[in-house]
T-cell receptor, first 115, second 112 residues
Framework: EAQVTQNPRYLITVTGKKLTVTCSQN?????MSWYRQDPGLGLRQIYY???????DKGDVPEGYKVSRKEKRNFPLILESPSPNQTSLYFC??????????????FGPGTRLTVL | AQSVTQPDIHITVSEGASLELRCNYS??????LFWYVQSPGQGLQLLLK??????LVQGIKGFEAEFKRSQSSFNLRKPSVHWSDAAEYFC??????????FGTGTKLQVIP
């Protein structure tokens, strides 16, 4: 089944403890992206990747890191999480990196709480 | 800069009534516009998208949207709402370099 998977789905952590949220897609998509969703703010793009080893900042990249060493994986890293990063995170992928008309396929989301 | 505005945070309609969700955008070139739906506890699912050509776009689940360049709008419509349509709806714009901007969402409540 074609899908985008995220792990973990739920995570409670403490301020300053490094964490990684994994994202994997099995559709051979070139483009992958991370969003955070907050009440009243909708989805905001954190980082995106047009292809392996190609990443770029979205609207809210501060406090996050990403890497794209393999086509299928796009982990989101919080080196020193803070309470304002408590949010619902979505990973998405789409077939090509150069065609902005592509449909994005979303993962199920990761709910992160930072105490 | 690109932006998307969904002026209605919450809308309540009766089952069987018609629905229109508003979306206004700001972008300096040809916009690529999308509508997504998010059911409670779920990810986002694409309803429809507009790139060019016919300004009336048909999507899944009986939804359609009309692109009006003069009004910078891309409103979502459905002739007859079903209880299963209760969800949150997001309008999105895709601009250069694959940057995607979402609106803040409209929550739809359907009453019997």
């Amino acid at each position: 089944e074609a899908q985008v998977t995220q792990n973990p789905r739920y995570l409670i952590t403490v301020t300053g403890k490094k964490l990684t949220v994994t994202c994997s897609q099995n559709m051979n998509h070139e483009y992958m992206s991370w969003y955070r969703q907050d009440p009243g703010l909708g989805l905001r793009q954190i980082y995106y990747s047009m292809n392996v080893e190609v990443t770029d900042k979205g609207d809210v990249p501060e406090g996050y890191k990403v890497s794209r060493k393999e086509k299928r994986n796009f982990p989101l890293i919080l080196e020193s999480p803070s309470p304002n990063q408590t949010s619902l995170y979505f990973c998405a992928s789409s077939p090509t990196g150069g065609n902005i008309r592509d449909t994005q396929y979303f993962g199920p989301g990761t709910r992160l709480t930072v105490l | 800069a690109q932006s998307v505005t969904q002026p209605d945070i919450h809308i309540t309609v009766s089952e069987g009534a018609s629905l229109e969700l508003r979306c206004n955008y700001s972008y300096g070139a040809t916009p690529y516009l999308f509508w997504y739906v998010q059911s409670p506890g779920q990810g986002l699912q694409l309803l429809l998208k507009y790139f060019s050509g016919d300004t009336l776009v048909q999507g899944i689940k009986g939804f359609e949207a009309e692109f009006k360049r003069s009004q910078s709008s891309f409103n979502l419509r459905k002739p007859s709402v079903h209880w299963s349509d209760a969800a949150e709806y997001f309008c999105a714009l895709s601009g250069g370099y694959q940057k995607v901007t979402f609106g803040t969402g409209t929550k739809l409540q359907v009453i019997p």
